[in-house]
């Protein structure tokens, strides 16, 4: 019995390695391949679509944005085997409700030209 719950302790902490090795390479990917930089500690308290969210946030200029997605947001959510429509109809209904900080910081209606 003690031996069995040795080998699940370890199955266990293994699995909790194969976790935080993900996550780290994820991290990287952000920093390397994006420039969007995240410690471990804020990286766990995100999701994907959040994160992606976030690469949205960051945009200054609503005719960016397309090529942001194209090149940043799409590739992101693809690694993780999400949908980007989705994620992105998510975005702007939270964007046009005013959730993220992005609709406070736009002056005016500029968000409606990011959000198109």
Same mark, same amino acid.
């Given at each position: 019995?003690h031996h069995?719950q040795? =080998?699940?302790? !370890? ?6 390695l194969?976790?935080?090795?993900? =996550? ?13 930089v995240v ?5 766990m =308290? ?13 945009? %200054? %200029?609503a ?7 194209q !090149? ?13 429509d ?12 005013g959730? !993220?900080g992005? %609709?406070s ?5 500029a968000?409606?030209?990011? %959000?198109?």
């Amino acid at each position: 019995h003690h031996h069995q719950q040795q =080998q699940r302790s !370890t199955r266990h902490a293994v699995e909790e390695l194969v976790v935080l090795r993900k =996550q780290l390479d994820d991290i990287c990917f952000l920093r390397d391949n994006l420039e969007f930089v995240v410690s471990l500690s804020e990286y766990m =308290q995100e999701n994907p679509e959040s994160i992606a969210s976030r690469l949205l946030e960051r945009v %200054a %200029a609503a005719e960016l944005v397309q090529d942001v997605v194209q !090149t940043e947001v799409r590739p992101y959510l693809k690694r993780h085997g999400l949908s980007d429509d989705a994620c992105l109809l998510a975005y702007v209904r939270d964007l046009m409700r005013g959730v !993220t900080g992005v %609709a406070s910081s736009i002056a005016g209606s500029a968000w409606e030209s990011k %959000a198109l």
